[in-house]
């Protein structure tokens, strides 16, 4: 048994840090690269981040798993995944919406027309997407989702809200699952739109979370948009929206930023003096770190299994339920430890002069709740772990 990545996979692996090492060294470092940045939904836009985008896309790094008539390299999708755990670690922008989730669908299920304007413009990484999929009143229920798109000649007309929609203030376009007919079963009467961001009667407002992260409340008030933005078929919206989250859940989840991190609060606790002496010679500090560390192990396991189940061409749902919770909350507990570690300095913010660390894990703190809810909550990932995977009854 090996757990190791082939030959071929870890020559790749040094490729990319070597593009990395030489992109950090470019003027534009600064707004690209954060290795404090807690999630990568936590990104702002910048030009120097739109420039990284393109020379990831010059450099031939987007698009590696489509099909060569797309432009892609027809790779496995392992080589999307490592690019991914290698900007993450170094806290660069992943690839993502618009590589995986949005062009894959789109070479699935989308109309030429729809494939000849956007698949070329991710690939160019010109174009910035944001997901509507939430509301109000459908979140893990997502199916019971009711904007509303009407059908009005040459074009769809929609009314209502989306919820939680991250990046909408800077994003190009808008992936939109709406409902098309009220009268179908709720998860057959959803089709899926691209809308541009500036369409008029689109209204944005900011949600500022906990930990500091903005996310926004979107508003339909009689949007139009041309039929020919409708992606699919009409009504088989539920279908690309459940085939695009398998693809975020492949992609989207790094551990590296997890190992990352179990390292730097190992580095701070030797460095921190308690009674004279540095954190780590403390037995209950030496246990926490030991167990942790099992942890960030176990974490990258998981997400092996993941990646094999679906190089195997299976469908990871159980496999990327176990690896998203165990990992999601580990990023909660390390910052948990972190501050019973650091003792009533530990909550200092960023902007204190004294703050341990600048500040970084009384951040974390905050900051990680949103990655047990986005992408399915806690609570859904054990769910889907129990039916699905134990084959336990629902109740
Ligand atoms: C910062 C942030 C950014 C986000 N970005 C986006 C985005 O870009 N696009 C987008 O579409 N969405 C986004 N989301 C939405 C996210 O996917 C939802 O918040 C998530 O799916 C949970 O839905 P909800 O908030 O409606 O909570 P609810 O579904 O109402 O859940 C409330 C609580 O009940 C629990 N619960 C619900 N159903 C069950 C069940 N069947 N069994 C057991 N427990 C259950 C949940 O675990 C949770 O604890 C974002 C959310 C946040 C907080």
């Not at 730097?264 to 954190?279: C, F, I």
Request: proline content about 3%; glycine content about 10%.
């Amino acid at each position: 048994m090996d757990f190791d990545f082939a030959a071929s996979e870890r020559a790749f692996i040094s490729d990319v840090r070597e593009f990395l090492t030489t992109h950090r060294e470019q003027d534009e470092a600064d707004g690209v690269f954060a290795p404090n940045r807690e999630a990568d939904s936590m990104l702002s836009d910048s030009a120097a981040r739109r420039v990284f985008n393109q020379r990831l896309a010059k450099a031939g790094y987007l698009g590696m798993s489509w099909d060569e008539q797309y432009g892609g390299q027809a790779r496995d999708g392992i080589y999307d995944y490592l690019l991914n755990e290698e900007l993450a670690s170094v806290g660069a922008p992943l690839i993502g919406k618009g590589v995986g989730c949005i062009g894959k669908t789109l070479i699935n299920h989308g109309s030429e027309r729809l494939k000849k304007e956007f698949l070329p413009q991710i690939l160019r990484g010109e174009t910035e997407f944001a997901l509507g999929y939430s509301e109000p009143g459908a979140g893990s229920d997502l199916a019971s989702l009711q904007l509303k798109a009407e059908r009005d000649g040459e074009y769809w007309v929609f009314n209502g809200q989306k919820m939680w929609t991250t990046s909408a203030h800077f994003a190009d376009w808008y992936w939109v699952a709406a409902r098309t007919d009220p009268a179908a079963a709720k998860h057959k009467g959803i089709s899926v739109f691209l809308i541009p961001m500036d369409a008029p009667g689109l209204r944005i407002t900011e949600i500022r979370t906990m930990g500091d992260h903005r996310t926004n409340q979107v508003f339909f008030d009689d949007v139009r948009v041309h039929t020919d933005y409708l992606v699919g078929e009409e009504n088989q919206g539920w279908l690309y929206v459940c085939e695009a989250l398998d693809y975020e859940r492949f992609t989207l989840y790094t551990i590296g930023p997890l190992r990352t991190k179990f390292e730097a609060l190992v580095d701070l606790l030797k460095l921190t003096l308690r009674d004279g002496q540095p954190l780590t010679t403390k037995d209950s500090v030496r246990r926490g770190i030991a167990r942790l560390a099992c942890d960030v192990e176990t974490a990258t396991m998981l997400q092996r299994r993941v990646i094999a189940a679906a190089l195997r061409g299976d469908v990871p749902t159980v496999e990327a339920a176990m690896c998203k919770l165990y990992s999601t909350e580990l990023g909660r507990r390390l910052a948990d430890f972190a501050l019973d570690c650091l003792g009533p300095m530990g909550l200092l913010r960023r902007s204190a002069a004294d703050a341990p660390a600048a500040g970084k894990w009384e951040h974390s703190y905050r900051a990680t709740v949103v990655d047990t809810i986005g992408g399915g909550s806690s609570e859904i990932q054990k769910n889907i772990i129990s039916r699905r995977g134990l084959g336990l009854p629902s109740k």
